[in-house]
């Protein structure tokens, strides 16, 4: 059975709880697979550390970034629309697990509109010790030349931050959006409630 077939057969939770329970001691054989059920399901790695694509590329922060957002991994009673667990990584170029690293996620609603009053689709956290992440939230809608995109900015000690964007596959938007970089696309897979992307970061 396909990875994808096995995902769209379990809920958000389901993947995520599997995930979770991948231990340090199998680190080595996940980190670029993370586990959703067992060891028949799960999401390739984008992109691959330890490779010659090199670090995570950088993008523009853009016009809506708003500071000191509040720490908080769920975005999903913030807005409505279809239902995404984004997860991954944050590794450095070897391989190996940043914890601690601050993820900070903003993006637009299913309207295609920023809060830039408040702090609705926006927070960060912490990475664990086996540098993983994950956030609860929406999929974003286009707007203007704009095709759907995650803003995220990576702060790591001691004044170290990566500000960057991430994509949705297939979407019709993508080559006409003058920001848009494939590397930058996440992979992205339907759940049986709603969708699950992945991401793992690198850090040079």
């Not at 067992?38 to 550390?49: E, H, W, Y």
């Not at 391989?95 to 993820?103: E, G, K, M």
């Not at 931050?161 to 970089?181: G, I, S, V």
């Amino acid at each position: 059975m396909s990875p994808r077939t096995d995902l769209s057969l379990l809920s958000r939770r389901a993947v995520l709880k599997g995930w979770l329970a991948t231990s340090s001691a199998a680190i080595g054989s996940t980190i670029l697979t993370p586990v959703a059920q067992g060891n028949d399901a799960k999401l390739p790695a984008t992109p691959n550390c330890g490779t010659d694509s090199g670090p995570t590329r950088s993008s523009t922060e853009g016009p809506f970034y708003s500071d000191n957002p509040p720490q908080k991994r769920d975005f999903r009673a913030d807005a409505n629309g279809t239902p995404i667990t984004l997860i991954g990584f944050v590794l450095t170029t070897n391989c190996l697990p940043v914890a601690n690293a601050v993820v900070d996620l903003w993006h637009a609603n299913a309207d295609g509109d920023y809060d830039n009053r408040g702090f609705r689709l926006r927070g960060y956290q912490k990475t664990d010790a086996l540098g993983r992440y994950y956030f609860e939230t929406i999929r974003p809608a286009e707007y203007g030349g704009r095709t759907p995109h995650y803003h995220v900015k990576i702060h790591t000690p001691p004044n170290n931050t990566l500000t960057t964007q991430l994509y949705f596959p297939d979407e019709p938007r993508n080559e006409l959006d003058h920001l848009f970089d494939s590397s930058l696309l996440m992979k992205v897979q339907s759940a049986s409630d709603g969708e699950v992307g992945r991401f793992d970061f690198v850090l040079g």
